[in-house]
């Protein structure tokens, strides 16, 4: 026969101690908080290049393509709609007046990447091989 030693306490309903828990969390957040490292891409200031040279007495044949912040393209100041890029070559090559001429980019400092990147493949497929980019001169800012 089994004992009885606890004759009239009443057995007591087991509880969870938050405490340890909650500190243990705090500890984890704090390491997490302390170990991230955070990208600064918002921040990045870029300013087009300036170029101090002097301009070349004699004019080669060349092509001025502009891109503005909107995506619309020009050749030779005249307006371009653009469809795909063997579209645009095809500007280009109707722009040139001889047989190699240099393509000059005039690009806003706020025109997206992809944009330049097409005047550059239809400059490739229209078989020019001379390819430059227009910059400020002096030391606007």
């Known amino acids: 026969m089994a004992l009885n030693f606890r004759k009239g306490q009443r057995r007591e309903d087991p509880e969870i101690n938050l405490i340890p828990f909650i500190d243990v969390l705090l500890v984890i957040l704090i390491f997490l908080m302390v170990s991230t490292t955070y990208s600064k891409f918002t921040e990045l200031q870029i300013t087009l290049p300036t170029a101090d040279a002097e301009k070349a007495k004699e004019q080669p044949n060349e092509i001025s393509v502009t891109v503005d912040a909107k995506g619309n393209y020009t050749v ?66």
């Open 76 to 141: 030779n100041n005249v307006p371009v709609s653009f469809q795909n890029v063997a579209g645009l070559a095809e500007h280009l090559k109707a722009a040139s007046k001889g047989a190699n001429p240099v393509v000059i980019v005039n690009a806003d400092q706020f025109a997206m990447h992809q944009m330049v990147v097409n005047v550059m493949e239809a400059a490739r497929i229209a078989g020019f091989e001379r390819l430059t980019f227009a910059a400020q001169t002096g030391n606007t800012k």
